[in-house]
């Protein structure tokens, strides 16, 4: 990972795999004891202009899971993939849902169908309570897509919408 500006430098940064945790934000998820993540290695430099900023930052593997989730919210399968098996399913436009059937019980988990991270009370609680930058909490009844542009649109753009 190379950081190239200084707003950058958060205590959790969100990239295309995963998160990168500062100390800070490792001693925290330690000290208060968060399940359903461990730490991992990665390489981080900087460009020369932020030279003097602290790059003590771990990769943080989120392990927990949710088990059969497109099955158990009713989500609709959008592809699958014929060569690897990788399915796409339908997100909710606003709002989730978390069966407790499908919830490994960890603090932090992957919810493979819908590619996004939840976090326990328990996690919320600990991650604000240490004042760690760079990442939004959002209660699951509240969350919304950002991205969501309708089904029928949706469908659409990615060439799964016949037209008649």
């Not at 968060?34 to 771990?58: C, E, F, H, N």
């Not at 059969?68 to 849902?97: I, M, Q, S, T």
């Not at 990442?135 to 469908?155: F, N, Q, S």
Request: aromatic share 8%.
């Amino acid at each position: 990972m190379k950081f190239s500006r200084k707003r950058e430098l958060a205590d959790l940064v969100p990239t295309a795999f995963g998160l990168l945790g500062r100390a800070k934000a490792i001693d925290c998820l330690l000290a208060s004891e968060i399940s359903g993540w461990r730490q991992g290695r990665v390489d981080v430099t900087a460009v020369p202009k932020l030279a003097t900023a602290a790059l003590d930052y771990s990769e943080i593997v989120v392990v927990g899971q949710a088990q059969n989730y497109a099955h158990e919210v009713g989500l609709e399968l959008l592809f699958a993939c014929p060569e690897c098996g990788r399915k796409r399913f339908e997100r909710p436009d606003h709002g989730l849902v978390m069966p407790a059937v499908c919830w490994d019980k960890t603090d932090l988990f992957w919810v493979y169908e819908i590619s996004l991270t939840f976090a326990t009370e328990h996690a919320r609680q600990a991650i604000e309570g240490c004042k760690l930058t760079g990442v939004r909490l959002t209660p699951i009844a509240e969350w919304h897509d950002p991205l969501y542009m309708g089904k029928e649109a949706e469908r659409r753009k990615r060439g799964i919408l016949i037209s008649e």
